[in-house]
């Protein structure tokens, strides 16, 4: 069906990386690597802060649930679990290095992680650990060489000693 007075043109578009450069590059996307390093020196920076190993459990199931849900966000607590206990490791993943993930994807893995460990560990809700978990994590995700105080600072508007005492 034509309608009067106009011209079907088919016309096709086609981009290359060349071409989509200058439009990914206010997107800061984040490598699997990049999220796991952020994750992992957050948890530890969290544990050293408050006293606690590292590798306590609710440190080590916060780690597996936040992973699992940055490759599948809707994953049921039962893949969460079989990831924790596989018995080996199945290596680096081929595109752990690439770039791919949004700040907020990775925003909304470690909120939803930790809150779905928090649950799952019976503390029924996310406790102060684990919300200084969330921001040691996404200040470290932004700039690797962040400290306990950079953290405070950037997320709290209480004093490190105040946020320090939260912890313990």
């Not at 690597?33 to 920076?45: D, F, H, I, S």
């Amino acid at each position: 069906m034509t309608t009067p007075g106009f011209t079907m043109v088919e016309q096709h578009i086609t981009l290359t990386d060349e071409d989509l450069a200058p439009l990914l590059a206010g997107v800061g996307l984040y490598s699997r690597a990049a999220v796991r390093a952020a994750v992992e020196n957050g948890l530890t920076l969290t544990a050293d802060e408050a006293y606690m190993s590292r590798y306590a459990a609710r440190f080590a199931w916060a780690e597996t649930a936040i992973m699992t849900l940055l490759d599948t966000p809707n994953a049921p607590w039962a893949e969460v679990k079989n990831l924790h206990y596989r018995a080996t490791d199945d290596g680096v993943p081929g595109d752990d290095d690439v770039p791919q993930f949004t700040r907020d994807q990775v925003s909304m893995a470690v909120n939803n992680g930790i809150d779905l460990a928090a649950v799952r560990e019976r503390r029924t809700v996310a406790d102060d650990v684990d919300n200084f978990i969330v921001n040691a994590a996404m200040t470290l995700l932004d700039n690797p060489d962040a400290d306990f105080y950079k953290v405070v600072v950037e997320n709290y508007c209480d004093s490190p000693s105040v946020i320090r005492s939260w912890l313990r």
